[in-house]
């Protein structure tokens, strides 16, 4: 059987596959609200381009996870979320056959499959795992080795504008023995070899016995072993119907509540509200409240019936939700009326027990990459609309005390998402769910804005770092939203984000960012408190004042003094520690079958970057 033209030309072109959008994001209500009698000038083309879209989404939906026949989840409910891991590609290995067309020989292409994919009940999956090691061990989920994950490159370090790197030592960081390094003005030589994913030993097999008929797609998705590429996503990630729903019901909510905002049109309410309906509330159609089958890793044996600690990462446009609700609430929606606050709450709490019982969402939520951002991000955006904003707070407090220590190094590089296969992609993809958390923590009244890593860098600084480097092949267009963000947050006196988004897109100022990310959306930055400071007590710092101190631009042109003399690679070095995730274990996992060890991430920490915009804030 040969594979429909049509099919093969998307297989071979689709790009992007899992659940993608725009950016994750959070956008005070009371701000959004003001736009609608108090409009900043500046912003009138976002805005227009926010209310077209609103209207575009009105005209869809609604959405629901509720599957079609052929792709029931394990548990055998269609009202239960399904993924599939999208770094997973089908290796059959059939015996050939006189009959059979080369072309269907090829291991990712193996359409014709002998049985149809395993059902079994919910109860016999729930905490169940595929992973062999790693933090699963401390939740207690069942080893399985499988043996058909490949090593997956990760990436060397930056180079170019960085310059070369120090050799990395051969011997690896013990389990639980941190140790600490200092690179200073010591010789710079080659990039150190790419560094591999866990290699699993994969044990030559005889081929498999060729199927005798035709079988459906789906079929492949039981019965072959399935290995690992990263950065390569399968498209066929797209025949499930749910995550592309989870993700437009996101969207549509987000701005139709957002057009509410802005114009007071009921048709934008009635619309938000009709899609929130759909998806939680009304029986036949509402989501189950967890992600027990998010981002299976699909292959042979039960162990690949279960989602994995990457599905929650699918669920992050709940971001969105709690925004828009809690928008339709501020702007007094009638259609939003006390009896479907109660029931969402309802849903919501139970979604909150899941993530913070299950063994899938506790992996995720100790991890130490993008995916414990999100999580944590999504954790705290839901508590508030189920009124526990000191669970909120206590989320967010969480993660900027922990994960966040270790995510940015002193030059504002994120070696966590670094050393993956697109590395441009993934630090955008991080930064935007730190600037996400940060939204949240400033309606919260928290300034996480100022807050560093255990390496001196602010958010600020991983954006700066982004800006200086190559997307290469990669879109630059994934920085934009934030690059306009950070410029609201901090400030930019020296227009040096403006200019920026002036020349990647001059048409920047109609995207609908722009409207979001204005100094007036925020109440706790460095750009809102010091503009209140200032107006109360004449600057202590001038710049005629600055002998020994470097002038870096702090948002309204004021100089603060570098806390240490220390503090940068320029002058004492940079020291190195093993991140805190590193405790009790050689390596960890990033994503499905991507592991990293201490030694691959070193020499992203101790990276010269002596051009560096350093952000010192004034406290």
């Not at 912003?43 to 209310?51: D, P, R």
């Not at 010591?186 to 994969?202: I, S």
């Not at 991983?462 to 950070?486: C, G, N, R, W, Y």
């Not at 007036?520 to 010091?530: E, G, I, N, V």
Request: hydrophobic share 35%; charged share 20%.
């Amino acid at each position: 059987m040969r594979l429909n033209n049509t099919l093969a030309v998307f297989l071979l072109l689709a790009p992007w596959v899992f659940v993608r959008g725009d950016v994750c994001d959070w956008v005070s209500p009371e701000y959004m609200i003001d736009q609608r009698t108090h409009p900043i000038q500046d912003t009138a083309n976002a805005k227009k381009s926010l209310v077209s879209i609103a209207g575009a989404y009105g005209k869809k939906g609604p959405w629901s996870v509720r599957t079609p026949p052929d792709q029931v989840p394990p548990s055998n409910n269609p009202n239960d979320y399904m993924s599939f891991a999208p770094y997973y590609w089908p290796d059959c290995n059939w015996c050939p056959s006189k009959k059979r067309h080369h072309d269907e020989l090829n291991g990712f292409t193996p359409y014709n499959i002998a049985s149809p994919p395993l059902l079994t009940s919910s109860a016999h999956w729930r905490g169940a795992g595929h992973r062999r090691r790693g933090v699963e061990d401390v939740f207690q989920i069942p080893k399985v080795q499988n043996e058909d994950v490949i090593p997956a490159p990760l990436q060397n370090p930056p180079t170019g504008v960085l310059g070369s790197l120090p050799v990395m030592p051969e011997s690896s960081t013990g389990a639980g023995t941190p140790t600490t390094t200092t690179s200073a003005d010591n010789v710079m030589t080659e990039a150190p070899d790419p560094a591999l994913a866990k290699a699993q030993t994969t044990q030559t097999s005889p081929c498999s016995t060729s199927p005798t008929k035709s079988m459906p797609p789906s079929a492949t998705w039981t019965s072959c072993p399935y290995k690992h590429i990263d950065g390569k996503a399968n498209p066929d990630v797209r025949t499930l119907s749910g995550p592309n729903n989870v993700n437009d019901m996101s969207q549509a909510v987000f701005f139709s509540a957002m057009g509410y905002a802005v114009t007071g049109t009921g048709s934008y309410s009635q619309k938000a509200v009709a899609f929130l309906e759909a998806f939680f509330l009304q029986e036949n159609t509402a989501m189950t409240p967890n992600v027990d089958f998010g981002q299976i890793v699909r292959g042979i044996g039960p162990e690949h019936r279960v989602g994995t600690f990457t599905g929650v990462l699918d669920m992050r446009g709940m971001v969105k939700v709690a925004n828009a609700i809690l928008t339709l609430k501020a702007a007094k929606s009638s259609d939003w009326d006390v009896q479907k606050d109660a029931k969402m709450k309802v849903w919501l709490k139970q979604y909150i027990g899941w993530l913070e019982s299950s063994p899938i969402a506790k992996k995720t939520a100790y991890s130490s990459n993008n995916h414990a951002t999100f999580f944590h991000a999504q954790l705290a955006a839901v508590k508030l609309v189920a009124d526990d904003g000191a669970g909120a707070q206590e989320a967010l407090n969480w993660y900027f005390s922990h994960q966040f220590m270790d995510q940015i190094a002193a030059s504002g590089e994120q070696p966590f998402e670094a050393v993956r296969a697109n590395p441009y992609h993934y630090r955008c993809f991080n930064l935007e769910g730190m600037i996400t958390a940060a939204k949240l923590g400033d309606y919260l009244g928290m300034d996480l804005w100022t807050k560093k890593t255990r390496n001196g860098a602010t958010i600020q600084r991983a954006l700066d770092f982004i800006m200086a480097q190559d997307p290469k092949t990669e879109a630059v267009s994934q920085i934009f939203p934030h690059v306009a963000a950070v410029a609201a947050a901090y400030g930019d006196p020296d227009k040096r984000y403006a200019k920026f988004l002036q020349a990647q897109n001059s048409n920047y100022k109609s995207e609908r960012y722009w409207l979001y990310d204005q100094a007036l959306a925020l109440k706790m930055s460095p750009s809102r408190t010091r503009a209140k400071r200032e107006s109360r007590r004449p600057l202590r710092w001038k710049r005629q004042d600055t002998d020994g101190l470097e002038e870096y631009p702090d948002g309204d042109g004021v100089i603060a003094p570098p806390e240490s003399q220390n503090n940068t690679a320029s002058e004492k070095g940079v020291t190195f520690q093993c991140p805190e995730a590193f405790t009790g274990q050689d390596e960890i996992e990033l994503d499905n079958g991507v592991f990293v060890t201490c030694d691959q991430l070193r020499p992203f920490y101790v990276l010269f970057y002596p051009d560096a915009h350093e952000e010192e804030v004034e406290n």
